[in-house]
């Protein structure tokens, strides 16, 4: 089973609305993180922000926010407002466990935001 | 502003040569990953390191590939010999707490 599941390969957004892009998760951990990273078209990976398990409140970095809902197993990313430049691959990612120090990321295949002027 | 590099940027080899990528973490980051970026598998986790001691390389082929952190400052990737189904972005990202990596730009390589 995948542990990361991205459901939208592509998305077309009219700019200035906001966007969803979709992201569940498969862990039997107590303690993980997720993550989001955008990937433009200049191939760098972007980190967007990050929610630990145990964080009560939602994550927030500016335009971007970070939907989660611990029992549904859903950590959907949230951009207001949306630009031209935030065309790009989105993808989600999590951390499972609590060792020390930063741990591996496990990725979803990608969404594909398209904004369109 | 601190980053991760890695050189080469880009690379094209012949099947059967080695390939040597090289990555230098953020001074202070304890946590070095290499991952592997494919059209067809996405990004996955190939090895990490901590305190420069090998944590986890399931995810290298290990007849291969070689992960090795020879001090702080230098992580390498080695393929050998190459194979054209080696051919993918490899990025080198480092961290310290478990909020965060950072990646580097990626080493684009191309096995012919």
């Known amino acids: 089973a995948q542990k990361i599941t991205q459901t939208q390969p592509g998305m077309f957004v009219q700019e200035k609305e906001a966007v969803t892009l979709d992201c569940t998760y498969d862990t039997s951990d107590q303690s993980y993180g997720l993550f989001w990273y955008k990937q433009p078209s200049s191939g760098e990976m972007i980190f967007l922000i990050y929610?630990?398990?145990?964080?009560?409140q939602n994550a927030t970095e500016g335009r971007y926010s970070l939907n989660f809902q611990k029992a549904r197993k859903s950590a959907n990313l949230v951009i207001s407002a949306s630009q031209l430049g935030d065309s790009a691959m989105y993808f989600c990612a999590m951390r499972e466990g609590s060792g020390g120090g930063a741990d591996g990321l496990t990725f979803g295949k990608g969404t594909h935001l398209i904004i369109q002027p | 502003d601190a980053r991760v590099t890695q050189t080469p940027r880009h690379k094209v080899t012949e099947m059967g040569q080695e390939v040597t990528m090289r990555c230098q973490p953020i001074?202070?980051?304890?946590?070095v990953f290499w991952y592997r970026q494919t059209m067809m598998q996405g990004l996955e986790l190939l090895a990490y390191?901590?305190?420069?001691?090998?944590?986890?390389d399931s995810g290298m082929p290990k007849d291969r590939f070689s992960a090795e952190m020879p001090d702080a400052t230098l992580a390498t990737l080695k393929i050998q010999p190459s194979e054209p189904r080696d051919s993918a972005v490899y990025f080198c990202?480092?961290?310290?707490?478990?909020?965060?990596?950072?990646f580097g730009p990626g080493t684009r390589l191309t096995v012919l």
């Open positions: 390191f901590r305190n420069r001691a090998p944590l986890d």
């Open positions: 929610q630990g398990s145990y964080d009560e």
């Open positions: 001074l202070g980051h304890n946590t």
């Open positions: 990202a480092s961290g310290f707490i478990r909020a965060r990596q950072f």
